[in-house]
């Protein structure tokens, strides 16, 4: 992407966003509040969470206003997971954390609270207290209740992933 693409959609997204609503990160991107950034370049950035989960918990985001998964272009989501994957990365090469979870929520039902896209960096360490719960372990299906479920699945990707 061309940096005047990159600015021009940064520009018109954050436009989108005044005309909407309040968006704490998009006042973050701005300058209108404060972050303690780790990262930043031309179209994502990342800061501290200011109610971490475990010590050292990011927050990557697009600098361009995306409220949700299907709002975000691909080609940003791509630059947004790859900063995560580098920093997640170079967090464990440094013996800062022990494991790194990636997280994000799309949708109020998923526990999303900010909407504009976020991905979560979460380090790990022993005894954090940190994991996924879930209400019930569902037992394993057989294959055929597998299959029949993909093919659910399958039948709502009107445009598959490529
Ligand atoms: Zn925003």
């Known amino acids: 992407m061309h940096r005047a693409d990159a600015a021009a ?7 989108t966003a005044a005309a909407q609503e309040r968006c704490v990160f998009c006042e973050i991107v701005a300058g209108q509040l404060p972050a303690s950034f780790v990262y930043t370049s ?9 109610r971490p989960l475990t010590s050292g918990h990011l927050l990557v985001i697009p600098r361009q206003h995306a409220g949700t998964l299907a709002a975000l272009d691909p080609e940003l989501g791509a630059r947004v997971y790859t900063v995560a994957q580098q920093l997640a990365v170079q967090l464990r090469r440094s013996g800062f954390c022990a494991g ?15 909407f504009h896209v976020h991905l979560h960096v979460i380090p790990r360490y ?6 996924l719960r879930a209400a019930k372990r569902r037992a394993q299906p ?15 990707i009107s445009s598959p992933p490529h």
């Open 9 to 15: 959609r940064q520009n018109a997204g954050m436009a």
């Open 42 to 50: 031309d179209d994502v950035v990342a800061f501290l969470d200011i």
């Open 100 to 114: 790194i979870n990636l997280f994000l929520a799309d949708g109020v039902l998923a526990g999303q609270e900010v």
């Open 126 to 131: 022993p005894g954090d207290g940190f994991g």
């Open 142 to 156: 057989d294959r055929a209740k597998l299959d029949a479920t993909a093919g659910m699945v399958r039948d709502r």
